[in-house]
């Protein structure tokens, strides 16, 4: 039962250009929602997160918009950096601190 | 270098037989996570220790088992290894909700 999606598996994107990244949950009892960022051959690294409470939180280029009405977050990196090639993966929990994943959205950057 | 140290970094095994993955949480965190990420697939939940205890489990197959030491380093036991059990398994550690995960480098399991 995959209670994280996301559907799109890969995303090309220009340099400098934005790139925007989308998640839908299931569960409405997730109130904790966070991304990770994936190189090859590392484990994922902690991004950005929001809780429930906002719907919007800002970090840098990195962005995460909540809508709890439509069960959906997104991803925005502006501008878009060749570093920012890797897999992001979207997270969620519920209070019992266990991280439900999606499958991953792959991200190139093209120069 | 996260903090969470993953032991080993690569493990090749028969069939049939038996594995054990360590981990090593970041200093401080008394959670740690097990998950497993097949081909093309995302990061499926498997068991959750806190403190020593389990605390959740996932779909985490009766073949396998885990425990959490009182040093707070775990070990995930995978048994009657099947081909279909090749894959990355990662260990993470928390202090708790929000604060996110730290993740270790992983162990990839190929079972021939």
């Known amino acids: 039962d995959q209670q994280v999606k996301q559907n799109s598996p890969s995303l090309s994107v220009q340099e400098g250009r934005i790139s925007i990244l989308n998640c839908d949950y299931t569960n409405s009892m997730f109130d904790y929602f966070l991304w990770y960022k994936k190189y090859p051959a590392e484990g994922p690294t902690f991004l950005i997160s929001i809780s429930s409470i906002k719907d919007k939180n800002e970090d840098g280029r990195f962005t995460v918009f909540l809508n709890k009405s439509a069960k959906h977050l997104s991803l925005h990196i502006v501008p878009s950096q060749p570093g920012d090639s890797a897999v992001y993966f979207c997270a969620a929990s519920a209070n019992d601190y266990k991280l439900s994943f999606g499958a991953g959205t792959t991200v190139t950057v093209r120069a | 270098d996260s903090g969470v140290t993953q032991t080993p970094k690569h493990l090749i095994t028969a069939t049939g037989q038996r594995v054990t993955l360590r981990c090593s949480p970041r200093?401080?965190?008394?959670?740690v996570y097990w998950y497993q990420q097949s081909l093309d697939q995302g990061l499926q939940f498997l068991i959750q220790y806190y403190n020593g205890e389990e605390r959740a489990k996932g779909n985490i197959l009766e073949r396998f088992s885990a425990q959490q030491f009182p040093d707070l380093h775990s070990e995930l036991n995978l048994s009657s290894l099947e081909l279909g059990d090749s894959a990355l398994y990662f260990c993470a550690s928390s202090m708790g909700q929000g604060y996110g995960y730290t993740f270790g480098s992983g162990t990839r399991l190929t079972v021939v």
């Open positions: 200093s401080g965190d008394l959670s």
